[in-house]
């Protein structure tokens, strides 16, 4: 199950789950790959809200292998999924905004439980 405060989401690619997460390597890849500066150029970019279909790829590729999952971008450019390319904008979409903080509500389902109280 993916949490939400790890800037995990769960999503359904080729009729299988996966957890995705844009871990601090991948975030430098995605730096690289469009030519950002820093992770604010990075976010800026991605605030446009224009993405290309190889934007999608990378980002879901990128996110994919973050959460632990062996999936070439060749591989992920092959998948299905639910919604046919608004489902890859919505992942992509739902990746950023865990990954940068947007709308992350903190009372949403983890897989960990909750810590020590009055501690």
Do not use: H, K, W
């Amino acid at each position: 199950m993916a949490n939400i405060r790890r800037g995990e989401i769960e999503a359904e690619l080729g009729g299988e789950s996966f957890t995705l997460c844009l871990t601090l390597g991948a975030l430098a890849e995605l730096e690289s790959a469009f030519g950002a500066s820093d992770l604010v150029a990075l976010a800026e970019r991605f605030e446009t809200g224009r993405l290309s279909a190889r934007d999608l790829v990378a980002v879901i590729g990128r996110g994919l292998r973050g959460g632990g999952n062996s999936i070439s971008d060749d591989e992920l450019a092959s998948l299905t999924v639910p919604g046919g390319l608004r489902g890859y904008v919505q992942i992509a979409a739902d990746l950023l905004a865990a990954t940068f903080g947007v709308d992350a509500p903190m009372d949403a389902p983890t897989a960990n439980p909750p810590g020590p109280r009055g501690a």
